[in-house]
């Protein structure tokens, strides 16, 4: 598939207005429903960022109109805020695929196993790097230092292991992530980290690391299974590496005009930025709204 034009005017793919009972929908969050940095010169609040009226009012009329949809995200499940579960949604991809809800119940879930889990933190504590353990019930910051983590200040922060086992006694953590800085602080561990995880730029200075065998893509495709209707029609809408499976899962992958140019690549249709409500703008293109 080929790049499309991010000007409306100029659409790849003409309406299609698509049947809403066989036609599931995936939207990433940052960068896609919500956009990035201060807003109106507040303080940056990485976690709680809001959509726009503009998109509140678009899912309102998708719902209205019989489609279901799904929240797909590297965020982990309580990092869900409220602005967030406001969208009336089918359900949620969380933890960049290991994690699926559907109607407010957690219907799948994979962790990172505990023996992976304890020599990945062990190696990190060796480092200068901060790292963020994130789990559907509790997320952990391992900051070997005692640096805070910008933007997380709130959860609690933890030394080595022992630290994690105290907060978070039963593991469950499905991925992790490191800022920009600390990925390049962590020196040799980087290539443990490669070795044995996923590891996405999400273009937001953010890396994502998730198991080997789990990504966006893998939650898409056991969304729909558990939904039961395999010959859905399938729509996702993304803007960095984090959602290249995602967008390769599904019939009509929607790339965001801020999107990375590897995203672009690989999409049927280019909307506007975030910052211009691109989602809004695709889904009228498509008569989805």
Same mark, same amino acid.
């Given at each position: ?175 992790? /992530?490191?800022?920009? *800085?600390?990925?390049?602080?962590? @020196? $040799?561990?980087? %290539?443990? &980290?490669?070795?044995?995880?996923? !590891? ?27 939904? /039961?209707?395999?010959? *859905?029609?399938?729509?996702?809408? @993304? $803007?960095?590496? %984090?959602? &290249?499976?995602?967008?390769?899962? !599904? ?39």
């Amino acid at each position: 598939m080929s790049e499309a034009s991010v000007t409306p005017a100029q659409p790849q793919i003409a309406n299609t207005h698509e049947d809403p009972a066989s036609t599931v929908l995936f939207f990433d969050v940052d960068g896609t429903i919500v956009g990035h940095g201060n807003v109106d010169g507040e303080p940056d609040d990485f976690i709680g960022r809001k959509p726009t009226p503009a998109i509140y009012e678009a899912f309102e009329r998708l719902h209205n109109n019989g489609y279901k949809s799904f929240i797909c995200t590297g965020r982990p499940l309580c990092l869900i805020p409220d602005s967030l579960r406001a969208l009336p949604v089918t359900g949620y991809v969380t933890g960049a695929g290991a994690v699926v809800t559907i109607d407010g119940k957690i219907v799948l879930e994979e962790t990172i196993p505990a023996d992976l889990l304890e020599q990945t933190v062990r190696v990190l504590e060796k480092t200068d790097g901060i790292a963020m353990f994130e789990g559907s019930k509790q997320c952990v910051v391992l900051s070997p230092n005692n640096e805070p983590y910008k933007g997380f200040e709130q959860v609690p922060h933890v030394r080595n292991f022992e630290g994690v086992c105290e907060v978070a006694p039963d593991l469950g953590f499905n991925k992790f /992530g490191l800022d920009e *800085a600390s990925m390049g602080r962590i @020196g $040799d561990a980087r %290539n443990y &980290l490669e070795e044995h995880f996923n !590891v996405f730029n999400l273009g937001l200075g953010l890396y994502d690391l998730t198991m080997k065998g789990f990504d966006k893509g893998v939650g898409v495709r056991r969304a729909i299974d558990l939904l /039961g209707d395999s010959s *859905a029609r399938t729509f996702a809408f @993304g $803007d960095s590496e %984090n959602d &290249l499976a995602m967008l390769q899962a !599904v019939d009509v992958p929607v790339a965001m005009g801020n999107a990375l140019d590897s995203v672009k690549a690989i999409a049927a249709y280019v909307t506007d930025s975030v910052e211009d409500d691109g989602v809004v703008t695709a889904l009228e293109h498509f008569g989805l709204i």
